[in-house]
């Protein structure tokens, strides 16, 4: 296989979580409604020359590296490509996916901007019988989704909260002491945020319910810490905000839940200009972008998490290729590639239009200034 797609070891904590984050998981499923599977079909149309990739944004770094490593593997296959970026705007990502429609695409490959208002042009697709891979984003409202590869979205949740767990030593302080936490989490419109949240929130709300930690903002909820866009500037405001708030003379922050990386950044930033502490403040992260990977380097941003990309497109270019082979959805549609990182098959926890869909979830690194060059080194080979 290429060096490209060589696997990073995974650290041990990873091991913990993965055993226990399946049997933890919260899917946005109604109470009342009991979903069902989705029902093997196997590829029986025309041969596919033409694919398109919707991106939802050209604004994040993450999403050219995976824009560019789908097309790459498509176009060394021997597939013409189609590929438009959403710039965070439904409309816009619509449109351009009406338009690739329009232009040829055989088969699409779509990370949402918003996983619950694609309605019309995957209707479209539907009625064209063009199969779709929702990537690295659930799309809701398509039960007849071919798959949804993605990273194990509550895993990375729990490791960014156990990270700051750790890092203040909460099973091993003073009863009597506690900890200033803040939280920023995701976009809401972003499927994975929920996740993100959830799995972080399964391992902090114990501490903060016993006063370990507490939240000087009093904001808990998903909904009440969400950033728009995942946006960096915005971050930084709320971070002014909440410091000139509840951050005065007597009040340290100890840590803040960031999300990913661009709102670390925010965060950091606000942190730099505004904190007029001297204690280091915990940030998490996630994405491993360059300038985050440099505040890791530098001590302003404690961790992040790394999803390695090659392997997040190598897997979805091996389950289309399958599928387009006349293997079945009912199978694995890994099976027959040589890949060398982990990746588990779910089909009963993601739910669009109350079907379960079958699911790819890659497992999650941390990277953290002590394995920083051990992990990001061994993914570029």
Same mark, same amino acid.
């Given at each position: 296989?290429h060096?490209?797609?060589?696997?990073?070891?995974?650290?041990?904590?990873?091991?913990?979580?993965?055993?226990?984050?399946?049997?933890?998981?919260?899917?946005?499923?109604?109470?009342?409604?009991?979903?069902?599977?989705?029902s093997?079909?196997i590829?029986?149309?025309?041969?596919?020359?033409?694919?398109?990739?919707?991106?939802?944004a050209?604004?994040?770094?993450?999403?050219?590296?995976?824009?560019?490593?789908?097309?790459?593997?498509?176009?060394?296959?021997?597939?013409?490509?189609?590929l438009?970026?959403?710039?965070?705007?439904?409309d816009?990502?619509?449109?351009?996916?009406?338009?690739?429609i329009?232009?040829?695409?055989?088969?699409?490959?779509?990370?949402?901007?918003?996983s619950?208002?694609?309605?019309?042009?995957?209707?479209?697709?539907?009625?064209a019988?063009?199969?779709?891979v929702?990537?690295?984003?659930l799309?809701?409202?398509?039960?007849?989704?071919?798959?949804?590869?993605?990273?194990?979205?509550?895993?990375?949740?729990?490791?960014?909260?156990q990270?700051?767990?750790?890092?203040?030593?909460?099973?091993?302080?003073?009863n009597?002491?506690?900890?200033?936490?803040?939280?920023?989490?995701g976009?809401?419109?972003?499927?994975?945020?929920?996740y993100?949240?959830?799995?972080?929130?399964?391992?902090l709300?114990?501490?903060?319910?016993?006063?370990?930690?507490?939240?000087?903002?009093?904001?808990?909820?998903?909904?009440?810490?969400? !950033?728009?866009s995942?946006?960096? @500037?915005l $971050?930084?405001?709320?971070? #002014?905000?909440?410091?000139s /708030? =509840?951050?005065?003379? &007597?009040?340290?922050?100890?840590? !803040?839940?960031?999300?990913?990386? @661009?709102? $670390?950044?925010?965060?950091? #930033?606000?942190?730099?200009? /505004? =904190?007029?502490k001297? &204690?280091?403040?915990?940030?998490?992260?996630?994405?491993?972008?360059? @300038?985050?990977?440099?505040?890791?380097?530098?001590?302003?941003?404690?961790?992040?998490?790394?999803? &390695?990309?090659?392997?997040?497109?190598?897997?979805?270019?091996?389950?289309?290729?399958?599928?387009?082979?006349?293997?079945?959805t009912?199978?694995?549609?890994t099976?027959?590639?040589?890949?060398?990182?982990?990746?588990?098959?779910?089909?009963?926890?993601?739910?669009?239009?109350?079907?379960?869909?079958?699911?790819?979830?890659?497992?999650?690194?941390?990277?953290?200034?002590?394995?920083?060059?051990e992990?990001?080194?061994?993914?570029?080979?």
């Amino acid at each position: 296989m290429h060096k490209l797609f060589k696997i990073v070891t995974l650290i041990s904590i990873l091991a913990l979580f993965f055993t226990n984050c399946s049997s933890q998981e919260v899917s946005n499923i109604p109470e009342e409604t009991t979903p069902t599977s989705q029902s093997p079909t196997i590829y029986t149309g025309e041969k596919v020359q033409t694919i398109g990739i919707s991106m939802p944004a050209a604004q994040l770094e993450r999403w050219h590296i995976d824009a560019d490593l789908l097309k790459t593997l498509f176009e060394d296959a021997g597939y013409d490509v189609l590929l438009s970026y959403g710039d965070n705007l439904i409309d816009t990502q619509i449109n351009e996916i009406n338009q690739m429609i329009d232009q040829g695409a055989q088969l699409l490959i779509i990370a949402p901007v918003d996983s619950d208002s694609l309605g019309s042009c995957i209707e479209n697709a539907n009625k064209a019988n063009i199969p779709i891979v929702a990537y690295d984003r659930l799309i809701y409202h398509d039960p007849y989704l071919l798959a949804y590869v993605s990273y194990d979205n509550y895993m990375v949740g729990q490791l960014q909260a156990q990270y700051i767990v750790d890092a203040l030593d909460l099973n091993n302080s003073d009863n009597d002491s506690s900890f200033n936490l803040e939280i920023f989490s995701g976009d809401s419109a972003d499927n994975n945020a929920i996740y993100f949240y959830d799995g972080a929130m399964s391992i902090l709300e114990p501490y903060i319910k016993t006063g370990k930690l507490k939240v000087l903002s009093n904001q808990t909820s998903f909904y009440g810490t969400s !950033v728009s866009s995942w946006d960096t @500037s915005l $971050a930084h405001e709320r971070m #002014e905000v909440l410091l000139s /708030s =509840y951050y005065g003379t &007597n009040q340290q922050l100890n840590a !803040v839940l960031a999300a990913n990386d @661009s709102i $670390a950044l925010g965060v950091s #930033e606000a942190i730099e200009s /505004s =904190y007029n502490k001297d &204690n280091q403040v915990i940030i998490t992260g996630q994405d491993c972008d360059s @300038s985050n990977i440099q505040n890791i380097r530098d001590g302003s941003q404690s961790m992040s998490i790394f999803k &390695n990309l090659n392997n997040e497109a190598y897997a979805t270019f091996c389950i289309v290729q399958n599928y387009l082979n006349g293997v079945s959805t009912g199978d694995d549609l890994t099976e027959g590639y040589d890949l060398d990182f982990t990746i588990r098959r779910d089909s009963n926890t993601y739910v669009s239009d109350d079907v379960y869909i079958t699911s790819y979830l890659l497992s999650p690194e941390m990277v953290t200034n002590v394995n920083i060059d051990e992990i990001l080194g061994n993914s570029q080979e």
